[in-house]
């Protein structure tokens, strides 16, 4: 016997999409709930940015994100963009101030985001329920939930529990495993925006450089980053990693460039012509942090030679050295460390213009539940805004 339906939707996962979705609809006058098994809403919204949340990137497009199918986030991006949660931060007197490559940032607190999103939900009588689990997911419309904390009914029901990134915080595959019950295919998945393991003989050099940080140029194929790097006692980190660390496969050599925008072989050359008297880690000392420099040369097998001693030929080698350098990863840190997920639930099965199962029209998957993966800087959170967005005003 089917449930008589006690809301017209149910949202899973309140976290940034599922609150948005969930705010949307309830402005619509729908009857939603939203269900979580966290104490706390929105736990990744309030762990980001360390604590003062890159909500969004000034400039967003498709070209940020990684899918399968390239251009399924066009529609939710341009339907509800950067400048739209703008002006809903703004209604709630959110200060906000933009850091470098157009990364936008809470001037005080990442909560005041949580606050206002649950604001929101508050006018819209949108009912929060936290601490509650899910034990099954049944019907198809009306769709019933399970849970801990009782039973709930709804024509409508929307699956924003995130991708596997951050176990820490209850992150599971509980989307992934949903979705194939249902029939609809999932897109393998792995770590992204996740620091980079070594082995030998690369993590002897970057274990003694841990803490040291540079700008790089780091690419992967086509893709290529100009941030900074760190160096830590598993490997390599940083934003410019991070970044890379969405495009690489198992296998595949990176290149990074530790002098971007400079031409290393003229600059040794110079220094040679000037100083020939100086020592190589000397002038490396002032392109980079020294014992970054010592180190650099020493893998090489300059150290303690005067630049002037050291045919051009070498100095040729140590420049290329310097501006194609191709460690191979061992692997990543995995999901543990990883900001966000590559893979989720195959965009050929949903509508791009609601977000709902072609085969299955009350059932919906938003956020990073989604094969849609975005850079570092803001633009997951886009995509979580922009895709519940959109499912809450169809729900």
Request: charged share 20%; glycine share 10%.
């Amino acid at each position: 016997m089917t449930a008589i339906p006690t809301h017209d939707v149910i949202v899973i996962g309140a976290g940034a999409a599922g609150l948005m979705c969930a705010a949307v609809a309830g402005a619509r006058g729908r009857r939603v709930v939203v269900l979580d098994h966290n104490d706390q809403p929105g736990q990744k919204i309030l762990i980001s940015g360390g604590g003062r949340c890159n909500f969004t990137n000034r400039t967003v497009t498709p070209a940020n994100y990684l899918s399968r199918n390239p251009h399924y986030a066009t529609s939710a991006l341009k339907r509800f963009d950067p400048a739209d949660f703008l002006d809903l931060i703004r209604r709630h007197g959110i200060a906000w101030h933009e850091r470098e490559h157009g990364q936008l940032f809470c001037d005080v607190s990442a909560s005041l985001i949580v606050k206002a999103l649950l604001a929101e939900c508050a006018a819209g009588r949108v009912e929060i329920r936290t601490g509650s689990r899910i034990n099954e997911v049944t019907g198809d419309g009306p769709f019933e939930v399970s849970t801990s904390r009782g039973a709930f009914s709804a024509p409508s029901l929307v699956v924003a529990t995130g991708g596997l990134s951050l176990p820490k915080i209850g992150a599971s595959g509980f989307a992934h495993s949903l979705a194939r019950r249902y029939g609809l295919g999932v897109i393998p998945t792995s770590p992204a925006l996740v620091p980079l393991s070594f082995a030998e003989p690369e993590i002897s050099l970057m274990h003694d450089l841990s803490g040291i940080a540079i700008e790089v140029e780091a690419s992967c194929g086509k893709a290529r980053f100009r941030e900074a790097m760190l160096f830590t006692h598993r490997g390599l980190s940083g934003p410019a990693i991070l970044q890379i660390s969405s495009y690489w496969q198992l296998g595949q050599p990176i290149a990074i460039d530790l002098l971007p925008g400079i031409d290393a072989l003229t600059r040794l050359t110079e220094r040679k012509a000037a100083r020939p008297n100086a020592q190589i880690e000397t002038v490396a000392a002032e392109m980079f942090p020294a014992r970054l420099a010592k180190a650099l040369v020493e893998r090489i097998g300059l150290g303690g030679k005067p630049i002037g001693q050291t045919p051009n030929a070498v100095l040729a080698k140590l420049a290329a050295s310097l501006k194609d350098w191709r460690p191979t990863p061992a692997g990543t840190e995995g999901y543990r460390t990883a900001e966000a997920t590559l893979g989720g639930v195959d965009t050929t099965d949903l509508s791009s213009k609601t977000m709902a199962a072609k085969a299955h029209p009350g059932l919906y998957f938003i956020g990073e539940a989604v094969d849609v993966t975005g850079w570092l800087g803001g633009y997951n959170f886009q995509w979580a805004w922009s895709s519940g967005w959109v499912a809450g005003q169809t729900v």
